[in-house]
């Protein structure tokens, strides 16, 4: 546990980024696919019209909760806490679905998958992803909201 961080779960998320970044792997070398989550789901939803085969996007889309619900029932569940109200919810939700479309992807294909490959608008997109996360996260602070 980190002290600035109380509730912190290093081992935790360092088992699901090594997770993560094996998925996105096994996806870039076994299929040749961009492992986006914004981009599968899209296509899983018939939204988009990506290049990854509707099967392949749905598959990947239902196996994240799975896998979620599988590392919860192997090592306890997650105390999970929400905001109060719902509202930052739904907004936070609608800027980051806009934001994700602005970009043309999200942290996983940018962040996981076009960093390692050192794609300067990945990079870039990457960097503005987190200060946005920083910046809301103390405006949420400020607010009382967390």
Do not use: D, K
């Amino acid at each position: 546990m980190i002290a600035a961080f109380p509730q912190a779960m290093p081992v935790e998320g360092l088992l699901g980024g090594l997770l993560i970044g094996l998925s996105a792997a096994i996806m870039l070398l076994g299929n040749g696919r961009i492992a986006g989550v914004s981009g599968l789901a899209a296509r899983a939803t018939g939204l988009g019209t990506g290049s990854a085969p509707r099967g392949m996007a749905l598959a990947f889309i239902i196996g994240l909760p799975l896998g979620a619900a599988v590392i919860a029932l192997l090592l306890g569940g997650v105390e999970i806490r929400y905001p109060a109200s719902i509202w930052p919810i739904v907004v936070g939700g609608l800027f980051v679905g806009y934001g994700t479309r602005l970009g043309s992807g999200c942290t996983s294909g940018h962040g996981v998958c076009g960093m390692s490959r050192l794609s300067l608008r990945s990079i870039t997109a990457t960097l503005l992803f987190m200060a946005s996360g920083i910046a809301t996260v103390a405006l949420m602070r400020a607010g009382g909201l967390l």
